[in-house]
Structure formats: C-alpha cells, structure tokens
DNA sequence: CCTTACTGCAACACCTTCTGTTACAGCGTA
DNA sequence: TACGCTGTAACAGAAGGTGTTGCAGTAAGG
C-alpha cells in the first residue's frame, strides 16, 4: 500500500483554512480545499470530519455553507492533529500468537511493545513542536 | 491492512538466534525459527533473506544448513534491523500532486517533507538506542 | 415557506501491500 | 551421489487507503 497522507491531507486542509482566514475569507467549501490538495471533495469531507470531532475546525451547514478553523493556528500542532486522524503506529507486533513454549517467543511482545511505546512517544513530541502556523509559515517561503 | 510487522518478525528471529549461540547450537534452520515465531519457514527465509543482505546473519548451505548471527547481538542495533527490512516511513506525502498555482499547494510538500525529516530523524535515534542483546535481555525477564 | 447550496455518509470499485502457502530448482556437505 | 535445506517464483486471500457516485439532511436567505 502507499504511505499513509491522512496526516498529509489534514494538516494541508488546515494550513489552507489558516490562510484563508488571514486573508478575510470567512469559511472555505470541500470544494474550494479539493481544488488547492487536487482531489475529490468527499476525500476532504472526511478529513474534514476527522478534524471537526478533535475540536479543530467547524462547519457551517445551510447556504453559504463551508469551515473555518476553531482555533488560532498557533496553538494546533501535528501531534492533535496526527491524533484526529487516527494515523497507525509505525511498528506492528507478531500477527499470530509466538510459540509460547519457547523462551523468545513468550517474552518478545511485551519487550518490543516497550521499545516501539519509547519510539511512539519521540514522534509525538516531534509532532508536538510543531504548529500549524509553523507549516504555513515554512511553506509560504518554499 | 494490519500494522506492519516485518521489523517485530526480524528482531525476534535475531533474538532466536542470540539466545541459540549462547546454548551452543551453532545453526538453527528456518523451519526451527518458524517453530518460535509460529509462522511459515517461507516467511522467515524472507526475513533472512533481508538481514543476509545486510549483513547481520550468514547462512549455511548443503546438508546441515542453517542460519546463524554474523556478530555479537550487543552490537546489531534496531536500527540496522529497520534498514535491513525496509519498512516505510511512517507518514507519506499527497497522492497526488497539489495544486501548484495555490501557495499552500505549492510549498506544502517541502514544508511537510522537513517535518517527517525530524520524525524520522528522532526514530532511527531511538532504535539505534536498543541492540539485540538489549531485546533479548527484556525477553527473558517478561 | 421554499429554493438553494453545501454537508454527511453510505456504498462501491480499484489499487497496493502484506501475509501465508505451495512448488520446485539450486546448492554444498557428508 | 544422496540428502536436507535454502532461494525464489507464483499465487490466493485479507486488509486498508483512495477515489467516485449518489442521495438524504440541513439551514441561510429570499
């Protein structure tokens, strides 16, 4: 399968929502965000929702509908967002049970769940230092 | 698709191994290390295969074949396993390409590119940390 | 009240990757 | 030479992501 882009595609929508709000546009439609990420709108929508049920953005229905960010894009980072997309862990551990009836087997899963929670715990304060603001402000100079 | 466990599937063939040399068997065969892991020998040749290629295990071949590690387990870290088995990256850009005429569009992928440069960075940090001996060592105490 | 425009979501097809399996040729030691 | 194991191709099945269509729900604005 290709890489996972949920994050990808999240935090793009965002960094674009962000802009747009600098700019004086009130809301953007999914329409307005697929042109600019150059997918289909549904594909945004569902991100959309992800970021909606964290708390991120919000939504306005009727006429004139569209969303806009619920927060400044100082204070969202990568690590909230990467949570409201429900990104994968990087590592998986045995699909089937090990033979527990040998040593290795018996004890592998909990010493590399140990290992893989210290990695999972440098990514999220990676993520962590990083805002969305930080993403505009590193992609306008690009 | 289940989490990817190609690197967990590595490490505890090399933890086999490990804790084989030190009961002074000189080889194990894949069918024996299929046993432990409780999957089919052809996956465990894959695996192999890789950590063959990398240097990490060196193989016997014509009657009494076998595998056995090609150094001391104190001194393969994670991080070679990561490598020898080419996991992907956690995170992926676009699919598809943006929308270069958009400024979001345009500069986001350098601008995320950086990020998962960090993440990455701070991972392979992490499992250069944890050698196979380590691994082994919280094996047998779980 | 009713039109309008957009969201929310189900359903589906397609693609890719991973796992697991069978089969068989290749190889080197005893 | 015979044997046992490796190396690898080929294939099936499962899972997840992406992209697409279609349609009901919803609220602003006339």
């Known amino acids: 399968m290709a890489a ?3 994050l990808t595609i999240a935090t793009h929508v965002l960094a674009w929502l962000a802009l747009a709000q600098r700019r ?3 809301v953007l439609t999914s329409d307005q965000v697929a042109a600019s990420v ?3 709108p549904v594909i945004i929508r569902r991100s ?3 970021l909606r049920r964290a708390g991120l953005v919000e939504v306005r229905h009727g006429a004139g509908a569209g969303w806009s960010l619920a927060r400044s894009p100082e204070g969202i980072t990568l690590l909230e ?3 409201a997309v429900g990104a994968q862990p990087p590592f998986g ?5 090990p033979n527990l009836e ?3 087997g018996r004890g592998i899963r ?13 990514v999220r304060q990676e993520l962590a230092d990083t805002s969305i603001a930080d993403v505009l402000r590193e992609t306008l100079l690009k």
Not at 110 to 122: G, H, N, Q, T
């Open 4 to 6: 996972n882009s949920r």
């Open 81 to 83: 967002v990467y949570d």
């Open 48 to 50: 959309l929702g992800d």
């Open 38 to 40: 150059n997918t289909n």
């Open 93 to 97: 551990l045995h699909h089937t049970e």
């Open 110 to 122: 909990p010493a590399l769940s140990d290992v893989y929670s210290r990695v999972e715990r440098v």
């Open 102 to 104: 040998c040593p290795v």
């Open 24 to 26: 004086g546009r009130e």
